[in-house]
């Protein structure tokens, strides 16, 4: 018999539980996904191919199994809000400041800062990486997973109130990220006073 559990707290999210004779997981945005695959390489959008591509990634998940892996990925629809409008003025005002700097003919000094980060997991470390290298004027070039350190390329570096002002802008872009993202622990560890960088280079 066969029967389906949608509310188990040991389940990823957005997925189910098949049980029969032997338990499966189905992934739901992994349906979706090969049901768009299914989709392109017929070249159809219709109905009838839908469905076929649903029952055929379906089948491809029971068949297949992928192993259980749960990333820790949790979404807060206010925090992905105010970290969207974040990412967006950042982008925008960096962009502003940038162009300044191409036509001004005054020589800026670059350089790499150490920010560590309070968050701790894989998944919160990439995401506030990718975020701050989304802003035209910094960018991450190298992480230390380890010390979940980040090393951010910035300009402007002669300018005393630069590293401060870097690395603020880093935490809170970190911030953001855990409460648009990440679970209870997270954003526990993201309310306490950033660390101290040990670093810089």
């Known amino acids: 018999m066969i029967s389906l559990r949608f509310r188990d707290p040991n389940l990823p999210p957005f997925s189910c539980a098949v049980v029969g004779r032997r338990r499966r997981v189905l ?8 049901t768009v695959v ?12 839908a469905i076929t591509g649903v029952v055929v990634a379906v089948i491809v998940c029971l068949v297949f199994p992928l192993p259980q892996v ?4 949790r979404l807060h629809p206010v925090g992905i809000a105010r970290l969207t409008v974040r990412l967006l003025w950042e ?21 790499v800062l150490a920010v560590p980060l309070r968050c701790r997991s894989d998944l919160m470390l990439t995401a506030t990486a990718i ?4 802003v035209p004027d910094s960018s991450v070039v190298e992480v230390h997973r380890s010390q979940a350190t980040l090393f951010v390329h910035v300009l402007e570096a ?14 809170r872009m970190e911030e953001l990220v855990v409460r648009a993202f990440g ?11 950033p660390p101290q960088p040990r670093s810089s280079r």
Do not use: C
């Open 27 to 34: 992934d739901l945005p992994l349906i979706a996904w090969l």
């Open 38 to 49: 299914w989709m392109l390489l017929w070249g159809t959008l219709s109905l009838p191919n």
């Open 70 to 73: 749960n990333i820790g990925l």
């Open 91 to 111: 982008m925008y005002t960096a962009g502003v400041k940038v162009s300044h700097q191409m036509v001004d003919r005054r020589p800026f000094r670059a350089g």
């Open 131 to 134: 975020a701050v290298s989304n």
């Open 158 to 171: 002669d300018d005393p109130a630069t590293p401060e002002r870097a690395r603020q802008g880093v935490w």
């Open 183 to 193: 679970d209870r622990a997270e954003i526990a560890r993201v309310r306490q006073p």
